[in-house]
């Protein structure tokens, strides 16, 4: 493939607006988790599209919200920081007639930066075409200066190819930034981690999940391919311990089994996974522990 011009797309939005669902529908694989829970995004997660000449990195964003402790701040900056230096902003909405807070907040933004930048209303799937006329006069009026209003649905595919071709024009001539075949620029390491993490959202309710942490401590190859994963999962409180790990152990059971089966998938090869348990009480208000699991701004 002969690249000659890179794309730096920021995809923003509030908190479970589908980021991380376009992100994949985009790269055509899972570089970003994702559930049906808000703020499952907290890194920023380069996803690299090589299309024709062009080489697109979208960085898929947590979702702009309310911090409420060190880790919310860290992704609020994440959000706003990746505002900068990049040759678009793709704002994705919901198919809603109203303009909220988050949105108003990251077109400011947006227009601080003076970023050229495409609304895309997710989620067609889930409502008449007729319904989306308002969604588009809804947010012309808040601002008048998208260079585009795209409908798409990340779920079924629609409109992508159309979002595509208009992300086209912001390529700059310039080098190829990621090798041929690589999706992320996350390290196979982080996306045990992740993968993890994701499951305990699919299984876990209400806040317990968002108060979970995963360390991989080991991740190794044996000679005959199979890799060696230890993760630790953190928790802030004994009785959500008691709940992951479950009845003789059958939560924890259930989400790794699904963990690992996902990790073998990415790997391409068997997957030998052990998990722990630890509690690690209000970790998400301690700005250095958030930095030891790998939430970092540079």
Known sequence: MNIQKTAMITVCGRPNVGKSSLTNALVGEKVAIVSNKAQTTRNRIYGVVNRGDTQFILLDTPGLHRPKSALGDFMVKIVTSSLSDVDCALLLVEPIAHVGGPEKALIARIQEEKLPCILCVNKTDTVEPAQLLPVMAAYNEAWDGFDAIIPISARTGDGLDDLMTELQKYAQEGPQLFPDGQTSDQPERQVMGELLREKLLL??????????????????????????????IYCEKASHKGIIIGKQGAMLKKISSLARRDMEKFMGTQIYLETWVKVKENWRDNVNYVRSLGYRED
């Open 203 to 232: 299984c876990l309710d209400k806040e317990i999940p968002h108060g979970t942490a995963v360390e991989i401590t080991k991740f190794s190859e044996r000679d005959s391919g199979v890799v060696d994963v230890d993760a630790t």
